[in-house]
């Protein structure tokens, strides 16, 4: 493993006092190809104060917490845990209800058994390049299995979260043991704070490389109840013409992996990667709802008329049972509203039909939509419809050559102006300057000078007495 020299000349040192050893994700990531992002090391055979006195001529120490035995050490542009290997009892409920004793006199293999998955137990000698795993971790790592690494996994109900953002992240399948094992913690779910619950949604929503295992974890565990959002989209029937892949839930895990494997959903920065991915999970969240069975040109067939609209609710409120942050719903909620946009604007989009598209997403775009689109003509295999992509195509460039791909339209009439013409302010602006968007989408202006004459023009015929409420 390729590390930074600093860090090895603190190893050095800390190696003449005990025996150093990287543990958790970095040897993890190093072992599947990926760059390690950080360093955590646990130290044994040594004490608290020790390792302390060693590690701080190097640089400033926080001893972040001393009755679990950990030092954080702060360098310049860089930050490191090192800690003593550990004793772990269970006290009470949740995953704070543990008593926790630094044991510098564990052995490797009892220090990595409280470790949640095999393939977080496994250590590095960094002075000697051994790779310690007395619990089969780099097996299941080749595998692609995500297996417990002891029982004492059960006493933690955060870890079949864990298990759910582990299994979409680095594309691996649950072991058939600790899904039963998940299975039998299911009622533990309630003990969980929220944060942490949207702590591993979080780490789902960004880093998945195959989101669909995610969900395929909780719906082996039995935990996928915990979020009846999606539970309620299993089973749910379509048309096997549209949608040969089967129900609602099928449709939407196929429609996340196909999002995760576009290129624009790759590039895009965490938070970008965050509101698209939950848009594209909840998209159809308004079917169960909504789904019938009716005829269609002759033929009777599923259908969910206005599903996009009856998908808002159940969006908030996933989001708000998992903890998300409150701004994340003014994100998705229009990505699941609008999400058939295409194929209510077809063909030809209108200039004022996409403008005012593009205001009802902000602050999402249509660039966004347009990629939950893909998303969602890509997760109904075999079927690709010439139709549907050129629908999405037609409406992206029609939003780039009106410069509002990336962005709502910028209002050019603002409550400034209503000053200027001596409107005093209060509630009558509101209704006024929507107006003067709707206009401005419509094309009746297409500058600041234009905005204004309209202006001028609408408060003089909106009533009788419209200048004198100035």
């Known amino acids: 493993m390729q590390l930074p020299e600093e860090l090895l000349q603190i190893l050095r040192a800390v190696r003449a006092v005990g025996r150093p050893r990287l543990v958790g994700g970095c040897v993890r990531d190093w072992l599947l190809g990926l760059a390690p992002q950080d360093f955590d090391i646990e130290v044994a055979g040594v004490g608290y104060e020790t390792l302390v006195r060693v590690l701080a001529p190097f640089g400033a120490t926080d001893l972040v917490g001393r009755s679990f035995g950990i030092v954080k050490l702060r360098l310049a542009g860089a930050e490191y845990d090192f800690s003593l290997p550990r004793r772990e009892s269970k006290t009470g409920a949740g995953h704070r209800g543990f008593a926790v004793a630094p044991d510098p006199g564990l052995s490797d293999a009892d220090a ?35 297996r417990h690494t ?8 955060l870890r079949v979260l864990r298990a759910m953002q582990f299994a979409a992240r680095f594309d691996l399948t649950l072991a058939p043991a600790t899904a039963a094992l998940c299975r039998s913690m299911a009622d533990t779910y309630r003990e969980l704070a929220v944060e942490r619950v949207w702590g591993e949604w979080d780490k789902w929503a960004v880093k998945s490389v195959t989101p669909s295992r995610g969900l395929i974890v909780l719906d082996q565990t039995g935990w996928l109840a915990h979020f009846p959002e ?17 129900d609602v839930l099928t449709h939407t895990r196929l429609c996340l992996d196909a999002l995760a494997g576009l290129p624009a959903w790759r590039e ?14 909840a998209h159809d969240f308004g079917k169960p709802a ?39 719903v003014e994100w998705v909620r229009p990505l699941v509203l609008h999400h058939l946009a295409h194929h209510h604007g077809h063909p030809g989009f209108s200039d004022s039909a996409v403008r005012r598209l593009a205001r009802k997403l902000a602050p999402a ?15 109904r295999p075999p079927v690709v419809s010439g139709d549907t992509e050129s629908r999405i195509h037609a409406l992206g460039d029609t939003a780039r050559a009106l ?14 102006h209503l000053l200027e013409l001596g409107l005093r302010p209060g509630p009558q602006f509101k209704p006024i300057l929507a107006a003067c968007a709707e206009a401005q989408e419509e094309g009746a202006f297409v500058d600041e000078a234009g905005g204004r004459a309209w202006l001028k023009e609408h408060l003089r015929t909106r009533a009788p007495d419209g200048p004198a409420k100035m």
């Open 112 to 146: 990595a058994a409280r470790r949640d998955f095999t393939i977080n137990a496994i250590a590095y000698d960094p002075l000697t390049g051994a790779i310690i795993d007395p619990h089969g971790g780099q097996a299941d790592l080749r595998a692609r299995l995500l």
């Open 150 to 157: 002891s029982a004492s996994f059960g006493e933690d109900p």
């Open 230 to 246: 999606i539970a309620a989209m299993a089973g749910v029937p379509q048309d096997p013409e549209w949608h040969p892949e089967g």
């Open 268 to 281: 895009s920065d965490p938070a970008r990667r965050r509101y698209l991915l939950f848009g594209v999970l």
């Open 290 to 328: 909504t789904t019938v069975q009716a005829e269609r040109h002759g033929v009777q067939r599923w259908l969910s008329p206005g599903h996009e609209e009856a998908g808002g609710p159940p969006t908030e409120a996933f989001l708000r049972r998992i903890g998300a942050p409150l701004d994340l």
């Open 365 to 379: 775009t249509i660039d966004d939509l347009c990629l939950v689109m893909w998303a969602d003509h890509l997760g």
């Open 403 to 416: 410069a509002v791909r990336d962005a709502a339209p910028r209002p050019l009439i603002l409550g400034r």
